[in-house]
Structure formats: C-alpha cells, structure tokens
C-alpha cells in the first residue's frame, strides 16, 4: 500500500528566500506523485504531477518538485517567495494510477515580508 | 468549464438535523470523490464513484453518512441525523478517464457546522 510523509508540518521563509518542502513516500509500484495546494479558505489546486517520465517536474507559480527514487523523496522546491506563497501543500501518491489518491497531512508554508 | 461545482458553500444546522451536500462534477469526467477535511485528521476520502457506481465506501465514518450518484452530472452526500463531530469542509473532486490515480479536480467545499 502507498503512503505519503511530509516531513514538516510548517515551513516559515521570507520573501525571496529559496522554500523547501519535504515529502517522502512509499509505494509498491512506480508511483504517480502530485503536490497541490490549498489556500485559506480554497479548494485544492494542483501544482504539478510526476508520472515517470522526466524526473524533474515544473509546475506552475514557478514551483518544481524532483522525484528520487532512489531516496523515496518528491520534494517542493521555489527559488524566490512570493507572500501570495503563503498557503498549504500536500503531497499525494498514488500506485500507478490503479489506486485512489493518498494525501500527506499537509504543510503550512508562512511567507514573511 | 466551470470546474467543480459544490453546494451549498457554507450549511449551519442542529444536532440531528439532514444535512445534504452537492456536487456537480466536470463534465466527461467518470470518477466522482467525496472527501472530509478537519484540522485533527486532515484530508479523508469517504467515498469514490466510478461511472456512477460506488466502487470504495471504506472511509463512510457511519452509516448516518450515505452517497449517491443518480447521473453523470450530479452527486450527493447526506448525513442524517447529523452531530457536532461531522461539523467540517466536505470536498467533492472529479477525474477524467486516465483512472482512479490521476489528477483531481477539487470543489470549493461546503463547510459545515453542526451546533
């Protein structure tokens, strides 16, 4: 069964600063993994989707996400904060596509001016 | 498109009381999910439709939660007699043909509370 960990339940950076968020995952299969995101008060919108094809993904808002097999990793990475940044990140497996989405519990990213 | 369309925004009822939540997925598209998010167990899929039928009613907390999908087009989730505890944003998402695991498309929610 796949499983999804993010690592950091919340993430503070300030505004032009680089933002990492951390997802680890498990999953008996190639996986497919997402990262969507979720501001106050919104629904979920994806960001970006890795479905083993490049590992490097780019989503959008400038946002990219690299798949590591080898470390079991899917993290978020932005170079540069934006305060409109400011919301929750999942991070989502599923096994080939033959099985409901998984989300992790989710990361709060603060942008601080 | 539209999108994902859900309603009511935002429900307030008593203890007790039918709740009914609806949702209109993208057109075409053939699975239909219903999601539960609180701030203790953040994001839990109750239920997934495909092609209208239920296919995974595992994560139904109760059998006072029920769901239904009469066409390709509308979706309803009830919850009766509702309590305190079910007071959270209820999601419906919906995918296209590419299957169960592949990308969702979320709703706005309907936050509900039950006093």
């Known amino acids: 069964a796949q499983s999804v960990t993010q690592l950091d339940s919340h993430v503070s950076v300030s505004e032009g600063t680089p933002v990492l968020l951390r997802c680890n995952y498990s999953?008996?299969?190639?996986?497919?993994l997402f990262w969507y995101v979720q501001h106050p008060n919104k629904g979920l919108q994806l960001l970006l989707k890795?479905?083993?094809?490049?590992?490097l993904v780019k989503g959008i808002n400038g946002f990219e996400a690299e798949f590591k097999k080898s470390e079991t990793s899917f993290h978020l990475t932005k170079p540069s904060a934006h305060m409109s940044d400011a919301a929750e990140y999942f991070c989502?497996?599923?096994?080939?596509?033959?099985?409901?989405?998984?989300f992790g519990k989710g990361t709060r990213l603060s942008v601080i001016a | 498109d539209a999108g994902v369309i859900q309603s009511p925004r935002h429900e307030v009822t008593e203890m007790g009381q039918e709740v009914t939540l609806r949702c209109k997925p993208i057109?075409?598209?053939?699975?239909l999910f219903w999601y539960r998010q609180t701030m203790m167990r953040g994001l839990e899929l109750l239920i997934y439709?495909?092609?209208?039928?239920?296919?995974?009613d595992s994560g139904m907390p109760e059998d006072r939660f029920s769901a239904k999908m009469p066409n390709a087009s509308f979706s309803t989730l009830k919850i009766q007699p509702s309590e305190p505890r079910d007071s959270a944003v209820y999601f419906c998402?919906?995918?296209?043909?590419?299957?169960?695991?592949?990308?969702?498309?979320f709703g706005p929610g309907t936050r509900l509370t039950v006093l």
């Open positions: 999953s008996s299969y190639s996986p497919s």
């Open positions: 057109s075409g598209h053939d699975y």
């Open positions: 890795y479905t083993s094809a490049a590992t």
């Open positions: 439709f495909n092609n209208n039928v239920p296919i995974d």
């Open positions: 998402a919906s995918a296209g043909l590419a299957g169960k695991g592949d990308t969702q498309y």
């Open positions: 989502v497996v599923s096994d080939q596509g033959n099985t409901p989405l998984v």
